[in-house]
């Protein structure tokens, strides 16, 4: 049985301040990779002119695993004889979903990239968006369901949001 998933569209906008070694500009040929785990990845179009400051504006369409906690996103330049990895960034998924924002909201986000050394090596810009739930089994209840009072089905998980205020409690 496969593991559960979500559909993410994600767009590769751009990246600037890229180099090769920490130094010299990057000339031409970059693409990023996308992974959101060791077996789902996309790539995008290879930028043949933009150089240090590429641009794709590429939407990749993949499935996002329900564990993900991250999702990888590296540029490449390629070489000659081989390509190399310019940089990588670890987006949180957490950036992206869950929380207050709705289903389909359109998320612009701006990472920084590190090389293999841990040094900055520029900056990618991305959107996010996710889609509708992708189920390999439909859930199953982990309570019998129950009726209480008024006819409401207890049986669900309740999460709550812990909410800090200013507000004293003055006893008389």
Not at 54 to 64: A, E, H, I, P, R
């Amino acid at each position: 049985m496969e593991a559960a998933s979500r559909v993410m569209e994600i767009t590769v906008i751009s990246a600037e301040g890229l180099r090769v070694n920490s130094r010299k500009p990057v000339k031409k040929n970059a693409y990023v990779v996308v992974r959101t785990d060791s077996k789902n990845s996309e790539m995008t179009r290879v930028d043949t002119e933009g150089g240090s400051f590429s641009t794709w504006n590429q939407k990749l369409v993949m499935n996002l695993p329900a564990q993900a906690r991250f999702v990888t996103v590296e540029v490449h330049c390629k070489g000659s004889s081989a390509d190399r990895v310019i940089g990588t960034a670890r987006v949180p998924v957490s950036d992206f979903s869950g929380g207050l924002t709705p289903e389909s909201y359109l998320h612009c986000l701006s990472y920084r990239l590190r090389d293999e050394k841990g040094e900055r090596n520029g900056i990618v810009n991305l959107s996010v968006r996710m889609k509708g739930s992708v189920m390999a089994a439909p859930p199953q209840r982990m309570w019998p369901a129950t009726v209480v009072g008024g006819g409401w089905d207890c049986s669900g998980v309740v999460v709550g949001v812990p909410v800090h205020s200013s507000y004293r409690t003055v006893q008389v």
